[in-house]
Nanobody, 111 residues
């Protein structure tokens, strides 16, 4: 079992920045790739960004150039730096280390 705990969500104005954190505990030796997903009201959950244990990353087209995923293997933590936030980035953000999910953290972008 792996436990994932997200933090860092909140309310921010459009154009602002937030950094999300996801701390992993438990059977962390089994973790390879970690990812951030998000789910906006009335929409399906979608992949935002992912990172392998070796540091390779990929991003959804909608966040490329604005979001950066990183990980600190020593701290078993993955981060999502979100800059130039837009109204459409409003969602619950979930951390994933397959097949496990975190509980989610709400990001609300206001005008």
């Amino acid at each position: 079992q792996v436990q994932l705990v997200e933090s860092g969500g909140g309310l921010v104005q459009a154009g602002g920045s937030l950094r999300l954190s996801c701390a992993a505990s438990g059977s962390i030796f089994s973790i390879n790739a970690m990812a951030w997903y998000r789910q906006a009201p009335g929409k399906q959950r979608e992949l935002v960004a992912a990172i392998t244990s070796g540091g390779r990353t990929n991003y959804a087209d909608s966040v490329k150039g604005r979001f950066t995923i990183s990980r600190d293997n020593a701290k078993n933590t993955v981060y999502l730096q979100m800059n130039s936030l837009k109204l459409e980035d409003t969602a619950v953000y979930y951390c994933r280390a397959a097949p496990f999910w975190g509980q989610g953290t709400l990001v609300t972008v206001s005008s």
